[in-house]
Each structure stands twice: as structure tokens, then as C-alpha cells.
């Protein structure tokens, strides 16, 4: 089977499975690529971490601020399933910054996230990416406003209803009657984007300092989130390291393969859903298994 045959069936895959995505794999040694509509923009949900970490760290770096400086963080009290740490204390808690990207970034957690953005609001965070040449990557708002969509507005058992609204109610354009999932007010950005960020990371040539590189690839690699693509990639001979993003029915994951052999692959996943359920363990488990034949097809042409 050709490259056009393998991306037909993946594309039979996907909506047989009830997603629609945008999917790129590239070789970080040699630059060859595979995709499935790289260029199409998504909101990117808790993805925003990674460009928020990486302007704190070039902050840090800078002598702007210091890692080490503890804040005085307000308890998230939420109780509703999903979000992970400070987001969930009941009390105030004291947290260096170091510290809150280690948690935005191995849990997620979007108090600690929203903590650091209280630092480098969106707008300087897009002023530094644009600083370093990181192109393709919109941050428009805090992750605050992630928890105020309709899904907070529903009981337990009828949660189904905000998702069948974030379905059924986007536009041809993008657009969307829920703002997070609108790409002309959401933080946005395309397969593409992420994985020419992740390619700068790990291999260059980039404006980023290589310490704020290699900090932000262990935090990517503490990533404890591993239900997505994970179970594709990880082995005994490889490593995996990335972020995830999950709002409504979009789900997503970027991150880094790294071989026993030296082979390097970055893989970015942005995905939404045509079924109305929250819990869809099928369709992580098929992002997982169209990245993992992308690669391979890669792979197996070196």
C-alpha cells in the first residue's frame, strides 16, 4: 500500500470510529513527514501549556523572574470529575513557580497553570513565542475560562447535552457558538505548528536557549497523562514525552518518541468527536493507533 492508500484508510478509520483529525508525524533527523490535514486549525485546549511553560522558563532564564520565588495560590474547590491538584484543594496553598509548571505540565492542573499566567499573561506569552520564531500557535485567554462551558451548566447524567451542543453547533469556518471551541477566540493552533514547536525543541535550529529547551523536554516527559497515545509509543527501548489537551469533545496529544536506536519521531494528534459522551475510551485508544501506523510508514522507509 502507497502513502495515498495508507491515508484513505486511516481517514475510513477515523470516521468509522467517529473522530475527525488533523495528524502529522515527522522523522526530527531527517524531516520527512506524514499527515492527515496538518494545516487545519483546532482550539488546543490544555496544549497551551507547553507555550506558557516555555515562556516562563525564557522568563526565568532572563532574570524576569525566579523559579524558586513560592506564590500564594487560592484553592480551585472544584468537584466535578476531570481536573487534577490545585485545582481541586480545598484551602489556600504556597507554591514556587517551579513547582506550578511541574504541576500545569505532569497533571495538568489549570489553577497552577492559571498561577503562572498571573505572571506572563496570554498576550506576553504570544510576544515571547513570536520573539523565538514560534509561528502557527495562538494564546488568547487563561485556562479559566476552559471550565466555563456548558458542561458546568449540566447535572451528571445529562452531560451527554453539552457535547451534542459542541457538535452540532460549529460553523464551516471554524467558528462555534461555544467561544472556547471558536478558533477566531480560542487558543489555537494546527498539527503542524505544534510539532514545528516540538522539532525546536528537540533538535533545532531555534531562537530557544537549549536550557529552557531541555527543561521543558523533561516536563514533557514527566507527563502523567499516559492513556492517550502512550500506549503506542512507550517500550522498553523508547521514551515518550508530551502534553494533552481534552475540552468537550476535542481531544488531543503532542509529544516526542525517542528510539534505543536514536531514531526521533514528533507526533502531533488534534482530534474532535462525533459522539456525545465524555468517556471515550475507544477513541483515545484510536488516536493512538492511527499516529502509531503514521510513524511506522516513516519508519519503515529510513
Not at 495538568?108 to 497553570?113: F, I, P, R
Not at 449540566?154 to 457558538?177: E, N, Q, S
Not at 514528533?266 to 485508544?285: K, W
Amino acid at each position: 500500500m502507497n502513502d495515498d492508500g495508507l491515508l484513505r484508510e486511516l481517514r475510513r478509520t477515523l470516521h468509522d470510529g467517529g473522530l475527525h483529525g488533523s495528524f502529522l508525524v515527522r522523522d526530527l533527523h531527517t524531516g520527512d513527514e506524514l499527515g492527515i490535514d496538518p494545516d487545519t486549525e483546532f482550539p488546543v485546549a490544555s496544549l497551551v501549556k507547553i507555550p506558557l511553560a516555555l515562556a516562563t522558563l525564557e522568563r526565568v532564564r532572563l532574570g524576569e523572574l525566579d523559579g524558586a520565588t513560592a506564590l500564594d495560590v487560592p484553592p480551585g474547590r472544584v468537584t466535578t470529575p476531570g481536573p487534577t491538584g490545585l485545582s481541586r484543594f480545598r484551602h489556600p496553598a504556597r507554591v514556587a513557580v517551579d513547582d506550578l509548571l511541574y504541576l500545569a505540565m505532569a497533571i495538568s492542573d489549570g489553577v497552577a497553570t492559571d498561577a503562572l499566567f498571573g505572571l506572563t499573561p496570554p498576550a506576553a506569552v504570544a510576544a515571547i513565542l513570536h520573539r523565538l520564531g514560534v509561528r502557527g500557535i495562538a494564546v488568547r485567554h487563561t485556562t479559566r475560562e476552559l471550565s466555563e462551558t456548558p458542561v458546568e451548566r449540566f447535572d451528571a447524567a445529562d452531560v451527554h447535552l453539552a457535547h451534542a451542543l459542541a457538535i452540532d453547533a460549529g460553523t464551516a469556518g471554524r467558528g462555534h457558538r461555544v467561544p472556547q471551541l471558536d478558533i477566531s477566540r480560542a487558543n489555537a493552533g494546527t498539527a503542524r505548528a505544534f510539532v514545528d514547536l516540538l522539532q525546536a525543541l528537540w533538535t533545532g535550529p531555534t531562537a530557544i536557549h537549549p536550557d529552557v529547551a531541555a527543561r521543558l523536554r523533561t516536563l514533557m516527559s514527566e507527563n502523567l497523562l499516559r492513556h492517550r497515545l502512550a500506549p503506542d509509543f512507550v517500550s522498553d527501548s523508547s521514551t515518550w514525552s508530551s502534553k494533552t489537551g481534552t475540552l468537550l469533545n476535542l481531544r488531543h496529544e503532542v509529544g516526542v518518541v525517542e528510539h534505543a536506536d536514536g531514531q526521533a519521531y514528533a507526533v502531533a494528534v488534534l482530534t474532535e468527536s462525533r459522539v456525545a459522551a465524555s468517556s471515550q475510551p475507544a477513541a483515545d485508544a484510536l488516536m493512538g493507533q492511527v499516529a502509531r501506523r503514521l510513524r511506522d510508514r516513516i519508519r519503515a522507509t529510513r
